[in-house]
């Protein structure tokens, strides 16, 4: 499907399973209507669920003031990896399911008025891997911003590096801090927004790098993951271990911010830094 | 006595039986002489053979033979006693699954850096089977800034399994010590060597893999996620390791084809752990070599060049174009 189908009613309609949610924290069921109009926040006990993309967008950029960008960028096969299904088989069926050719959408907007650019990550999209054309797409992202001088935001949720792309996923993490290293020399403020999940190589890399790092409430965030760590150490691991609150307390992110107050907080440093 | 491989069995036997001939040729009783050679001989095809025809898992398993060469031993035959070992990261620890220090390698001052494995159980707990914590990153990181303030180059051996995913590891933000090290060394206005001489274990392994130049000795593997890890998450099976090692084109061949690393340095037959001596001596050429290339290079250029390579990596199409080469 092209880019210009998703604007235009390329959208299936919904299955009846998409109508409604489970609450992963206390299992209530929610409408996905209810969810959509409450920023994806549980009614009952205000658990942040995944916010799908474009939500996310209109969450955090003024009104009409996203412009995609690199949207037609596409994954390839370089590695003709085969595990219990090619690699291309998921790529087709990640990107039916989901309406987009990657795990990034990045685009130009404003944010209560200033100029920024945003990535978000989607965990729908393969687990939010990254393979080379999220790299690559964030990568052009940071070197627009260092170009215009305006803020870089990166909303991350990810797994990690996508296996399926071998090395060429690993170097993805070079090739963004890289980027970000030089954005830091130029003193242009990158804000890492760190969501549920955020772990692996995403976590290893331009999430960790923020100027600010902002956590969502509850959000699992981490380098490895909680069952590799058990099965390695051969131990329970800690109540709200790798949980926002967690990194806030041993000084990895600067504060937990509720969805609500998302934008307005980014707002306020963005323009006390401007 | 190094202990051998399955696939190196038949060698084995052969070198048993060339030892019984060359005994009983020694007693003077009999001239053997023509058996001898004849068997040398077919140890030396057979071993050509063997090496020849291996497979992804096996070089695996050669990356992480016990008796392969660490970087401490490698850093014995090439800095001798002029290396000079530093400890810690000024924030939490010292860290024995990473070595940093300087030393001398022919005429250059070098600050050097490398995971550190064990050659048996007792050296693996303590060095923690070469899979640091945050405080290695961040002494790697502490030694490589004082290696640009003094303006000496840098030179890194690659060999670990991973970074460590554990408790502590979490608590002082493994995450935050790698992504930092990738942004930093990007940065570091010196020369920069990496060798990846065993195992390139994912993030754990990049975060010390920022280099102008990126070798690997021909046994060694480099991929962003262990064989078996990979076989547990996308086979749901680790026994399946041999088909992940070959889906995930981790040795040297495959990553100089892919544009990842600059070179392939050839190891002795049968692996470095036969010959670590002439192993170094390929080491050593290849770091004086590009040194002499690079030292003349400005801060500037070096950091431009560094950043491009990096940059050139990542293959994807836009749309209904060709696929964009690394």
Not at chain 1, 15 to 31: A, F, M, N, Q
Request: proline share 5%; hydrophobic share 45%.
């Amino acid at each position: 499907m092209g880019w210009f189908d998703r604007f235009t009613g390329g959208r299936k309609p919904p299955d009846p399973s998409d109508l409604w949610k489970k609450c992963p924290k206390c299992s209530e069921i929610l409408l996905q209507k209810d969810l959509e109009r409450n920023l994806f926040l549980c009614g009952k006990c205000d658990h942040h669920l995944r916010m799908p993309v474009w939500d996310r967008i209109a969450l955090l950029t003024d009104d009409n003031s996203f412009l995609e960008i690199d949207q037609e960028m596409e994954s390839v096969d370089a590695l003709g990896f085969v595990d219990s299904a090619p690699y291309p088989e998921r790529l087709q069926k990640a990107i039916q399911a989901t309406d987009s050719f990657e795990a990034v959408t990045c685009g130009e907007a404003h944010l209560e008025g200033l100029p920024i650019l945003l990535a978000v990550m989607n965990f729908e999209f393969m687990g939010g891997s990254m393979g080379s054309v999220v790299g690559e797409k964030v990568t052009r992202l940071i070197e627009r911003g260092l170009e215009k001088r305006h803020p870089v935001i990166c909303v991350s949720a990810s797994g990690g590096a996508r296996m399926q792309e071998g090395i060429f996923s690993l170097m993805q993490m070079a090739k963004t801090s890289a980027a970000i290293a030089r954005l830091n020399a130029a003193a242009v403020p990158y804000i890492s927004i760190l969501t549920d999940p955020t772990t692996g190589g995403v976590s290893a890399s331009f999430a960790s790098l923020g100027d600010v790092n902002i956590a969502e409430p509850d959000a699992l965030i981490g380098f490895a993951g909680p069952r590799v760590i058990e099965q390695t150490i051969r131990q329970k691991l800690p109540d709200g271990f790798q949980k926002s609150e967690f990194l806030l307390q041993h000084g990895m992110v600067d504060m937990v911010v509720h969805r609500r107050h998302l934008k307005t907080t980014l707002g306020r440093l963005l323009h006390l830094w401007a | 006595m190094t202990r051998e491989f399955e696939f190196e069995r038949p060698i084995v036997e052969l070198e048993k039986r060339l030892k019984d001939l060359q005994a009983l040729s020694e007693d003077g009783q009999i001239d053997l002489s023509r058996e001898i050679q004849a068997i040398a001989d077919k140890i030396a095809l057979m071993k050509a053979e063997i090496f020849k025809s291996l497979e992804p898992w096996q070089y695996a398993q050669i990356a992480r033979h016990i008796d392969r060469p660490s970087t401490l031993d490698y850093l014995k035959i090439l800095c001798g006693d002029s290396f000079v070992e530093l400890h810690g990261d000024r924030l939490f620890g010292d860290d024995a699954a990473m070595v940093a220090g300087f030393g001398r390698i022919g005429p250059h001052a070098v600050a050097v850096i490398g995971h550190q494995k064990g050659h048996d159980t007792d050296e693996n707990l303590f060095r923690n089977f070469g899979m640091p914590h945050p405080e290695g990153y961040r002494k790697a990181m502490r030694v490589m800034r004082l290696a640009e303030r003094f303006k000496k180059p840098i030179v890194i051996f690659i060999d670990t399994p991973g970074a460590f995913p554990g408790i502590g590891a979490e608590e002082r933000g493994q995450s935050e010590a790698i992504a930092r090290n990738l942004a930093d060394m990007s940065r570091l206005g010196v020369p920069i060597l990496c060798f990846v001489i065993g195992e390139g274990g994912s993030g754990g392994a990049l975060a010390v893999g920022i280099g102008d130049r990126v070798f690997m000795l021909e046994y060694s593997i480099y991929s962003v996620i262990s064989a078996e890890g990979c076989a547990a998450i996308l086979w749901k099976d680790a026994s399946r390791a041999k088909d992940a090692a070959r889906a995930l084109r981790l040795r040297a061949t495959d990553l100089l084809e892919f544009g990842i690393i600059d070179q392939i340095l050839p190891e002795p037959v049968g692996g470095a752990h036969r010959d670590p001596a002439a192993t170094a001596a390929t080491i050593r050429a290849t770091i004086l070599e590009h040194l002499a290339a690079l030292l003349p290079l400005s801060a500037d250029e070096l950091l431009a060049r560094r950043y491009a390579k990096f940059r050139a990596m990542g293959r994807y199409k836009v749309q209904d174009d060709a696929e964009i080469p690394a």
